[in-house]
C-alpha cells in the first residue's frame, strides 16, 4: 500500500450527508436486532432439511436475508440507506474491475501465507472440512452453493452487512466519526468473530479479509461495487477449486 493510498482512503471518507448521526445506546440496539434475526432466520432451514448440505446453504442465505432486512429497515430510518449500501455505478468502472481483481488475486494468496502463519504461532489451520464436504458433495449442492452462498450470502450479503450497515454505523458514532483507521480496524474484528466455527486460526485470516475490504470501502468513497465483485469471486474461486479437486480434475 503506497503513501498516495493512504491519502486517498482519508481524502474519501463517505459523507454522512443528511443522516442522523447516532449514539451508543440506539447503535447498539440496531446491532443487537440484526444479530438476534440473523440467528433465527436460519433455523427453518435446519428444522426442515437437517444439518445436511441444502439445510447448511438455505440457512446461510435466509440468516442473511433477515439480517439485511432488518439492516434495511434502520438504515431506510436513519435516513443512510443510499450512503451504506452504496451501489451505485462506480465513477470508473475500469479502476472498479481493476481492483476488484487485486483484492482477488491478494486474498486468495493471503489464505496461503495466512494459514502458514497462524500454524506457526500455534493457533491451528482454519477449519472448513464441514463446509467443503457440504458444497462438493454433488452438482446440485455446488450450484446451490455458489449461488445461495458464495454470490448471494457473501458475496453481496456480507458486503451490504459489515462494509454497508456496519461501517456506516459506525462512522457516525461519538468518537469514531472520521476517524478511517478504527472504523476499519473494529470492522473487521467483528467480521471475524462469526467464523470461529473455523477455529482461532479462521478468525484472524478472515479478519484481515474483512480489514482489506473495509479499506477498499473507503478507497472507493463508501461506493461497494469493487468489495462486492471481488468477495464474490474468492468465493466462487475457492469454492470451484475444492469442487476441482473433489472430481479428481487437479490435484489435492
Given amino acids: 500500500m503506497t503513501s498516495s493510498d493512504l491519502k486517498n482512503t482519508e481524502e474519501q471518507v463517505p459523507s454522512t450527508g443528511g443522516a442522523r448521526q447516532l449514539g451508543w445506546g440506539r447503535f447498539t440496539l440496531q446491532f443487537f436486532t440484526v444479530v438476534v434475526v440473523y440467528l433465527m432466520s436460519g433455523i427453518p432451514a435446519i428444522v426442515i432439511w437437517g444439518e445436511t448440505s441444502t439445510g447448511a446453504a438455505v440457512s446461510v442465505a435466509t440468516s442473511m436475508a433477515g439480517a439485511l432486512f432488518v439492516s434495511w429497515l434502520w438504515l431506510r430510518a436513519d435516513g443512510a440507506l443510499g450512503e451504506a449500501w452504496n451501489l451505485r455505478t462506480p465513477d470508473s468502472l475500469p479502476k472498479t474491475l481493476l481492483w476488484a481483481v487485486i483484492a482477488t488475486v491478494a486474498i486468495v494468496n493471503w489464505f496461503t501465507v495466512g494459514a502458514m502463519l497462524v500454524e506457526a504461532a500455534g493457533f491451528g ?83 484481515v479479509v474483512g480489514i482489506g475490504f473495509g479499506w477498499l470501502r473507503m478507497r472507493f468513497g463508501g461506493n461497494l461495487w469493487a468489495c462486492v465483485l471481488a468477495h464474490m469471486a474468492v468465493d466462487v474461486l475457492m469454492l470451484s477449486l475444492a469442487y476441482s479437486e473433489r472430481l479428481g480434475l487437479i490435484a489435492a
Fill in 125 to 207: 489451520l482454519p477449519d472448513v472440512k464441514q463446509v467443503i464436504g457440504w458444497a462438493t458433495e454433488s452438482h446440485f449442492a455446488f450450484l446451490l452453493w455458489i449461488v445461495l452462498v458464495a454470490l448471494f450470502a457473501a458475496g453481496l450479503g456480507e458486503e451490504l452487512l459489515w462494509r454497508g450497515f456496519l461501517m456506516d454505523r459506525l462512522v457516525r458514532l461519538p468518537g469514531l466519526a472520521e476517524k478511517v483507521w478504527p472504523v476499519i480496524l473494529i470492522q473487521g474484528a467483528l467480521f471475524g468473530l462469526p467464523h470461529f466455527y473455523q477455529g482461532l486460526g479462521g478468525v484472524i485470516i478472515t479478519g
